[in-house]
């Protein structure tokens, strides 16, 4: 973990041979029963129930009893925490052939207990689990706060407890409500064990209360005071609780819930609980965070405060997005007190049962993103307690039942893309409480009900999109007056505006695509709330307010509209004018470059033709594909924007949003409402279009939600259909192949025009409306020699023509034969053009071509150098920079490490991990082409090495990235990714000091069934995780961890250890947490920093202290850190500093009392190292200066970690 090397180290080392030998299995083994899994975790269970002979080897005949006891305890001693608990290898050769005692065991290792802890990142409470007999795991609630629960004391020590006065006990939260997660094997024990009898139960309290008082001892009596109000607070809180501990959960809710499981998890089969209590462990406050968090899933909520606290009810269920089939069980009926159910994105199916409508308790019921059918049963008319309605993208038939107007305590009603139709019923009239309404992309017709804008006054978003409503939209809107959120589309009959000008709250209006034929109230754009305005594709006339105003996107294309533009139109960051009749002049033109192009007639290049073809590379740069030179285009385009090409070759349109990150496979150009692109002073004539579509990367079956979340929509050419409802993964059954589809089209008047357009039927509503759909990834334009030219076909030499073609095929025919001779002969050297990037594959380049470009890999060249290779600046010859890495022969994973880059980065894209081009294999040498980043990576700035200086907004900016590329390296890309060396210097700069994540060779995927892999340990000294140093289990949490190093790196602007400075300031994380505990957290900050943001940097600060606890599950997933550092949710408080750390300040407690240890220890210093001979160890002491790349084996120790030989 931090390089700390003592002889010590092997003495861990010994310990768990020692086991190994006596057991006659490795230290770790997959296969066996969970508790079995980790030897030294299984042998710390037998010790602690006296059944430590249950370890030694069972085909041994027979043993020395006393011998085995001998070796196990010796065994225990050696793989204590703190080195310094450890004995020397002489006085444990002495114990072994029995001269002295074995010295006593004090406790299992804090690291083992730290490894089983469930999360506390998001207020989630931790839970007891680990195995019999096991000392018990102590869990805390409300972090952010310093709370006296049973798992802050034992841990926090004394100085956690110095501010008594401010501990929060929450005791009633004990006694009264209770939170259960289960988990694909079995419960996540998070509530109070159920034994057998009152008196078990009475002893396992005392001895929690034992434990707490015993590691507390020692500070508490230096004050009598505080040790004897924290004794009562004890007393207190226990006979509080006790009722709760002996609380059952009703026996048949208990029976219903695991046939409900039983029958939703027809994989997992009995990896579910299916006897008993569905929760045991420790009691939690309620708290609508921990049960909402997506890492608590499946999740139920019992309330426990019936009978006196002596009876629980489960009265919340969600199971979400974990690709669960099957049907709505009626067992459901049997969980009578059941407000709560989310069971939406998985694959339900069959009818709604109209059972449901007897669940009258339900508040919230969600079972949106599955495949329900039939109709919805009026039943639910009957849930008059419903305060939120989600049955949206499902397929539903037939209209809604008038029995849903009796929900009047209904605020939020999702009804979306359910394949309803017919009219809204007159009964809806009553949900006068409706906050959010969502009923687009349906079949719903007739007038827009009156008594939205007369009932529905609590209103703040209404969604109509994607129906074929009547219009006009009722005047009555105007009593909205909450409104944010507007969207109507379809009304076929036109509509006035005038209601706007009441609704003083709107923030975004989207009235595209409805046939308004008025003139647009000028109050729009001087009302401070409204910052989105789509009004595109109607008739509006008139002219645009000249008044200043304060919109930030505004789309007015393809209207009436007439006389100037406004002063500020090229003052508006989104703004699509496109189609309309302006006046324009040179100041107009001037204002918008390119709007002469813009209006409806579009007169750029009007009868005088100057092009015959045009090739666009969609949302991407110039590319060379099969001949053609695909132009580059803008790919910054926002939601209401136009671009139109230097040359006036050809120019784009965009109405409606985009995804904010393209995180496809390929760039290509998403389109969430219309997107057109014109073809300018083309011959006329006739043409073939070719349009390359790729869908958006999710696998079909990964996940409901985004399997879902497919934009069908329609093409247009010239302006009329070309194909209705196109829906890529349907064509061809794979969102990861890409499709061309070829059209003819006439170009007449010198222009063509290609349109993509949304129906109003496609994207879902999942997370942010828009954010998904396919994408058009090229446009091809080439004319039909026959009828483009200036010459017309009847005048054409058909005798000469046909003439030439034949003779152009024999010399064609000649040269492919000559090709393939040369292509076989010369494998290994052929140049490959690269393939147009609309596919998942990378590039290949010829060895030839990568030589040339680094000229011959020369050392002037080198740029770095790694465990498996070196990386090289390369320069083709179209002026192309590249970085090229050669993966060294010498490397023992050479091979399976260059297979593994090419699968995981062809695999993503983000743009905060570096970009693969491609590779080459030429006999043994493999290479991997990546972008060139110019400003190198971020050590060689940050400790001294570049000319760089790095402001305090720039490192916070580069901390904050790095995390939003690892979030989704872990939760976004399938399969989900673990980096496994996250360092300094596996994280490069670009020209804008943008953080890009580099060198994936040591990813290690894994499937998202599985919770962690074992593996071999490979990574870098000083950022290894202490699970994956020692034991080598691998979750992204390892990644958290090595991230919150880099963290306190990017802060202090110092590696993680240097030996040149002071004693106590040697381990940067060592030294956070003392300064941290002195709430000097700032003193961290970088000297050289002129000035920064006190608040980020504690922010900072914190946030890595969180990613850096000892238990994986106590550090927070990617993304709340990307939150947390963000701003936008409260960094989660910081318990204790980690046990790990503690550890190794501990007093040699292994031999005789008169004994003292070598090793002196003060308040702010470490122990004093003697030398060891070791060899080829010196990169160890440097900490970051290690070899990359070497491999460590899972014996490894905890405050060691990843230290072994090349």
Known sequence: MCGHLTEKADVFGFGIVALEILSGRTNFDNRLEDDKIYLLGWAWALHENNQSLDLVDPHLAEFDINEALQVVRVALLCTQGSPLMRPPMSRVVTMLVGDIEVSNVITRPSYLIDWNFNSLTGRVVTGDASGPGAAPILSAVNVSEINLTEGSAPNMGFEGLKNMKTAVFDVNAYSTANLCLYGQHGPKNMESDVAPNNSHRRRKRSNLVAEMLSKLTKPLLSSSKCFLFFFIVVLFWCSQSIKAQNAATDPSEVKALNSIFRQWDTQAGNTWNHSGEPCNGVALNQNDSVFEDPSNNPTIRRDCSFNTNTLCHITRLKVVDLNRRGEIPKELLDLTFLNYLKIDQNFFSGHLPAFVGNMLRLEFLSIAFNDFSGSIPKELGNLKELRMLSLGNNNFSGTLPPELGNLTKLEDLYINRCKLGGDIPSTFANLIELRTVWISKNGFSGKIPDFIGNNWTKLIELNLQGNSFEGPIPSSFANLTSLATLKIDGIYNGSSLGFLRNLKNLHD???????????????????????????????????????????????????LLSGDLPYWADKIP??????????????????????????????????????????????????????????????????????????????????????????????????????????????????????????????????????????????????????????????????????????????????????????????????????????????????????????????????????????????????????????????????????????????????????????????????????????????????????????????????????????????VQHRNLVKLHGYCIKGKRHLLVYEYLENKSLDQTLFGLSDLHLDWPTRFNICLETSRGLAYLHEESRPRIVHRDIKASNILLDAELCPKISDFGLAKLYDDTKTHVSTRVAGTIGYLAPEYALRGHLTEKADVFSFGIVALE???????????????????????????????????????????????????????????????????????????????????????????????????????????????????????????????????????????????????????GNNTRP
């Open 1050 to 1200: 990017i802060l202090s602007g110092r590696p993680n250890s240097d030996n040149s400075l002071e004693d106590h300031k040697i381990y940067l994380l060592e030294w956070a947490w003392t300064l941290h505990e002195k709430n000097r957290s700032l003193d961290l900050v970088d000297p050289n920093l002129a000035e920064f943001d006190e608040n980020e940097a504690l922010r900072v600060v914190m946030v890595a202290l969180l990613c850096t606890q000892g238990s994986p599950s106590m550090r927070p997933p990617m993304s709340r850190v990307v939150s947390m550092l963000a701003g936008d949710i409260e960094v989660s408080g910081v318990i204790t500093r980690p046990s790990y750390l503690t550890d190794w300040s501990f007093k040699d407690l292994t031999g005789e009392n008169e004994i003292v240890s070598e090793y002196a220890v003060g308040q702010e210093e470490t122990p004093i190292l003697f030398p060891v001979n070791v060899n080829d160890f010196s990169d160890i002491t440097a900490g970051r200066t290690m070899v990359h790349g070497r491999e460590a084996r899972t014996l490894a120790d905890p405050e060691l």
């Open 509 to 559: 209006l989207d009235l595209s695509f409805n046939n308004l034929t008025c003139t647009i109230p000028s109050e729009m754009f001087t009302m401070d709330s409204v910052k989105y305005l789509f009004l595109g594709n109607n008739s509006l006339a008139g002219a645009i307010p000249n008044q200043p105003t304060t919109l930030h996107t505004i789309d007015l294309s393809y209207n």
């Open 574 to 907: 989104q703004l699509n004018l496109v189609g309309n009749n302006f006046t324009l002049n040179n100041s107009n033109i001037r204002l918008l470059p390119g709007s002469e192009c813009l209006k409806r007639r579009l007169p750029c290049n009007r009868n005088a033709p100057r092009y015959a073809k045009f090739s666009i590379k969609c949302g991407g740069q110039q590319t060379i594909s099969d001949g053609i030179l695909f132009e580059a285009d803008n790919k910054f385009l926002g939601a209401a924007t136009y671009d139109v090409t230097s040359t006036r070759k050809w120019e784009v349109s965009n109405i409606g949003e985009f995804a904010e990150q393209q995180n496809q496979n390929q760039t290509s150009r998403l389109f969430p409402g219309s997107l057109r692109y014109y073809g300018l002073g083309l011959d006329n004539g006739d043409y073939t279009v070719n349009l390359s579509f790729a869908e958006i990367g999710f696998p079909n079956e990964a996940s409901k939600s985004r399997s879902g979340a497919r934009r069908v929509f329609d093409v247009y050419i010239q302006g009329t259909r070309r194909l209705r409802g196109f829906d890529i993964s349907k064509e061809e059954g794979t969102v990861e192949k890409a499709i061309t589809k070829s059209f003819t089209a006439k170009v007449t008047g010198n222009h063509l025009e290609i349109q993509v357009l949304w129906a109003g039927n496609g994207t879902s509503t999942f997370q942010e409306e828009g954010i998904y759909g396919p994408s058009v990834s090229a446009i091809s334009v080439v004319p039909n020699a026959w009828t483009v030219g200036k010459i017309p076909p009847k005048e054409k030499k058909w005798t000469t023509l046909i003439a030439v073609i034949t003779v152009s095929v024999v010399v064609l025919a000649l040269i492919l034969i000559c090709t393939i001779i040369y292509m076989r002969s010369k494998r290994d050297d052929e140049v490959k053009e690269a393939p147009l990037d609309i596919g998942t594959r990378p590039s290949t380049f010829s060895y030839s071509k990568l030589k040339a470009a680094t000229e011959d890999f020369n050392p002037s060249n080198k740029l770095g150098e790694g465990g498996f290779g070196a990386v090289y600046r390369g320069t083709f010859s179209d002026g192309r920079v590249i970085a090229v890495k050669q993966l060294a022969i010498s490397s023992k994973q050479g091979k399976s490490q260059f297979t593994a880059e090419i699968s995981t980065i062809s695999a």
